[in-house]
């Protein structure tokens, strides 16, 4: 099983839609979560990070976490053509001492 | 403006060839990474390095070598024993402690043997 497993996608939307983005970890010691934006070509951007069970609103976007189910989602709403990009989730295993895992990513695709 | 400068941006390599990629960062960061990413593929941990004049293997370090001389340098050496080295390299870096989970990356070197 791998650590971080995410859809491949494509995932596509109409604009204005709502995105979904999921990602699972394996590794119950897992303690803090993050949302990576790449666009092709580029550089991953922190989009969104979240550390306790529960939603986290920023903006259009908000990261929802399940720590029992071992579980990180990221909802766009009113999704924009500029949000295709590849979405990759990123788990730190430690609290202190930075094991970053990152998931194979999700391409999303805005249709205008 | 603070940041993370990897170069080169493009680097060709012949077979059988060592290359350096440079990471050098101004954000006063003491940890600092290497990752590598294939096409349609996650990043995959390949040195990472908490302190100056420390660093850790991470899961893919075969045919690979790191320094960390400066806290804010760390290149990384794709040696002749690497044997598909043909990929995009990102550098990255974070603060250290509790909750500092954010990495901020460089724009990465895309490196292509011939």
């Known amino acids: 099983q791998k650590e971080v497993e995410q859809n491949s996608g494509p995932l596509s939307v109409p604009e204005g839609a709502i995105a979904s983005l999921n990602c699972t970890y394996s590794d119950r010691v897992s303690q803090s979560f993050f949302w990576y934006r790449q666009y092709s070509g580029k550089s991953p951007e922190l989009i969104m990070s979240?550390?306790?069970?529960g939603d986290k609103e920023d903006g259009r976007f908000t990261a929802q976490l399940n720590k029992a189910s071992q579980y990180v989602s990221l909802l766009i709403r009113d999704s924009q053509p500029s949000d295709s990009a590849t979405y990759l989730c990123a788990v730190n295993k430690e609290n202190y001492g930075q094991n970053f895992v990152f998931g194979p990513g999700t391409r999303l695709s805005v249709l205008p | 403006d603070g940041g993370i400068t990897q170069s080169p941006k493009y680097l060709f390599r012949k077979e059988g060839q060592n290359v350096t990629l440079s990471c050098e960062q101004n954000l006063n960061h003491d940890a600092m990474y290497w990752y590598r990413q294939d096409p349609g593929q996650g990043l995959r941990l390949i040195y990472y390095s908490q302190i100056v004049n420390d660093f850790q293997k991470g899961d893919i370090a075969e045919g690979y070598s790191v320094s960390r001389e400066k806290k804010e340098s760390f290149p990384l050496t794709v040696t002749s024993a690497q044997k598909n080295p043909t990929a995009f390299y990102l550098c990255a870096s974070s603060e250290s402690g509790l909750r500092s989970g954010e990495l901020f990356f460089g724009e990465g070197s895309r490196l292509t043997v011939l």
């Open positions: 979240i550390y306790s069970n």
